[in-house]
């Protein structure tokens, strides 16, 4: 198989365009039917449908909570069967409300014909919400967060 179709190639390479901002691979790396699964309830989290909503308003509208140049991105592992990959990775950043943004993420990719075709992440989305979305009385989870 290709390493330019294998699909633990092409998640690794996305990761890791994620990590450097480089905005092509990222773009390429997707099908343009893709869907992006953020479970949760979190202002952000839903069936994303399309590469252009995935890239531009999902991943780019979490652009703003950021410091610009702070934002560090650091694969983990993964682990594929088929064309299936498991990947996790952390994420740290300072805020735009001042404070520290360090999750451990994981995600199952499906990936076909060398492009990345659905996403279903997972992470610490009481976090998140305590970090990115302080404001939101809608992103805290039932208990406090």
Known sequence: MSTLTDPRS???RYVEAVRDGDADVIHDSFAEDATWHYPGSLPVSKVWQGRDAIIHDFLGGMGPAFVPGTLEIA?????AEGDRVVAEWTSKATTAHGDRYDNRCLGVFTVRDGRITSVVEYADTHHVARTLFPDDANSRPAGGA
């Open 10 to 12: 092409v998640v690794i």
């Open 75 to 79: 694969l983990v592992g993964t682990v």
